[in-house]
């Protein structure tokens, strides 16, 4: 069986590896998916209490979170294609200006 600091070893190593992907790329769609990244890393702690603790509150959580989540990918993603049409480009750092 495979015990409780597994899993979160495994979740902060991903959500480590989530915010190193934020702080050291450039690219939106990079970003984006190191966000992502870090609420999976979430996810699986949330799932690992619940499963240790026997009671589902944990689980009900992520399916929330992952409902969120979805949403947030299609409005995310949408922006990201309106800006790559405007500008030609989803580097960050020639996306500074709030006007297209």
């Known amino acids: 069986m495979i015990a409780l600091n597994h899993y979160l070893?495994?979740?902060?190593?991903?959500?480590?590896?989530?915010?190193?992907?934020?702080?050291?790329?450039?690219?939106?769609?990079?970003?984006?998916?190191?966000?992502?990244?870090?609420?999976?890393?979430?996810?699986?702690?949330?799932?690992?209490?619940?499963?240790?603790?026997?009671n589902i509150d944990g689980q009900v959580f992520v399916f929330f979170i992952i409902a969120i989540a979805a949403a947030e990918v299609a409005v995310g993603l949408a922006i990201i294609v309106a800006l790559f049409r405007r500008k030609q480009t989803v580097r960050v750092s020639e996306l500074n200006a709030l006007k297209l």
């Open 9 to 54: 070893w495994v979740s902060g190593l991903l959500f480590a590896l989530g915010i190193l992907g934020i702080v050291m790329r450039r690219n939106a769609l990079i970003i984006f998916m190191s966000l992502e990244m870090n609420l999976n890393a979430a996810n699986l702690a949330l799932v690992a209490f619940s499963k240790f603790n026997h």
